[in-house]
């Protein structure tokens, strides 16, 4: 299995920016895809961002294009998600997560156990 760990979240104002890291360990050969997502209290978890191993194919949902950037580096086993322009409605959990083949948006198999990402007005 495919171990994650988040780091980089914290309490920003509007308008700033953000790294998060996700650094995976274990069975890194069945990350083929890696994602974040986030959920906002009382709501559904849902897909930000994901990228294929070479990094060439990726998807954003609509809310963040633009301003948001996945990237990874395989040599280290991480992935990144920058995050720019952070609105109060970025405010919520942001979770790290693999799959061992190319996936859009499901499934993933592996998780890490998220992140708090705090935007204050």
């Known amino acids: 299995q495919v171990q994650l760990v988040e780091s980089g979240g914290g309490l920003v104002q509007a308008g700033g920016s953000l790294r998060l890291s996700c650094a995976a360990s274990g069975r890194t050969e069945n990350t083929a895809t890696m994602g974040w997502f986030r959920q906002i209290p009382g709501k559904e978890r849902e897909i930000v961002a994901s990228?294929?191993?070479?990094?060439?194919?990726?998807y954003y949902a609509d809310s963040v294009k633009g301003r948001f950037t996945i990237s990874r580096d395989n040599a280290k086993n991480t992935v990144y998600l920058q995050m720019n322009s952070l609105k109060p409605e970025d405010t919520a959990v942001y979770y790290c997560?693999?799959?061992?083949?190319?996936?859009?948006?499901?499934?993933?198999?592996?998780w890490g156990q998220g992140t708090q990402v705090t935007v204050s007005s």
């Open positions: 997560a693999s799959s061992p083949k190319f996936v859009f948006k499901e499934p993933y198999t592996s």
């Open positions: 990228i294929a191993w070479g990094g060439g194919d990726t």
